[in-house]
C-alpha cells in the first residue's frame, strides 16, 4: 500500500493520472478495477481520500455518459443533481455556479451582476423566519439580526431584485 500525502509532488501526478483514466472508464470491469485501485492501493490521507472518491465518481459518471450517451446540457444536469444530493442536501433557497473563466468575455456580463429573482427573494424570506423561530437562542446575534433583516424585506448582500 502506498501511503500518499495531499500536498507531495507524487499525489499532483497521481489525482492528474486518476482524473485523465477517469474520463475514459466505459465497462463495469473498468470501473471496479479502478475503484478497487483507488481505495486499497494507498493510504490515503485527509485530502488524497476525498480527491479519489471524486475521481471514482466520474469515474461512474463516466462509465454512464460512455453506454447512454449524453449531451454538455445532460452532463450539466448530472452535476447540479450530484451537487444537489450530495453536499447541498438541505438547500431550500437554490444554487448559482460561477466560472470566472466568463470573466474573459464581454458577452457574459449578465452573469456577474447582483441580482436574483423574486422567487429566491421569497425563499429566503421564509428560511429566515424559519431559523429565527427554531433558534433557541443558538445563533449569533449578527445572525440574528441579519435574518431579521430579510424578513423585513432587506435584500442582503448589495444584491438586488430582479424585475420581470
Known amino acids: 500500500m502506498l501511503h500518499i500525502t495531499e500536498g507531495s509532488q ?24 479502478f475503484y478497487n485501485r483507488l481505495m486499497n492501493e494507498y493510504d490515503h490521507d485527509y485530502g488524497t481520500m476525498v480527491r479519489a472518491i471524486g475521481a471514482i465518481a466520474l469515474a461512474a459518471a463516466s462509465m454512464g455518459a460512455h453506454k447512454m450517451g449524453i449531451t ?6 448530472v452535476m447540479w443533481d450530484f451537487i444537489q444530493n450530495w453536499t447541498y442536501k438541505n438547500n431550500e433557497c437554490g444554487l448559482k455556479l460561477i466560472d470566472y473563466d466568463d470573466m474573459l468575455y464581454p458577452q457574459y456580463e449578465y452573469k456577474f451582476e447582483k441580482y436574483i429573482d423574486k422567487h429566491t427573494f ?12 427554531n433558534n433557541k437562542n443558538y445563533a449569533h446575534p449578527d ?21 420581470d
Open 10 to 33: 507524487e499525489f499532483k501526478l497521481l489525482n492528474e493520472l486518476w482524473h485523465k483514466e477517469a474520463n475514459h472508464i466505459k465497462t463495469p470491469e473498468e470501473f471496479t478495477d
Open 72 to 77: 454538455g446540457f445532460q452532463a450539466g444536469c
Open 122 to 133: 421569497t425563499k429566503l424570506r421564509s428560511e429566515a423566519m424559519v431559523k429565527l423561530i
Open 143 to 163: 445572525v440574528v439580526n441579519h435574518w431579521k433583516s430579510i424578513i423585513n424585506g432587506k435584500v442582503p448582500f448589495g444584491y438586488k431584485i430582479k424585475e
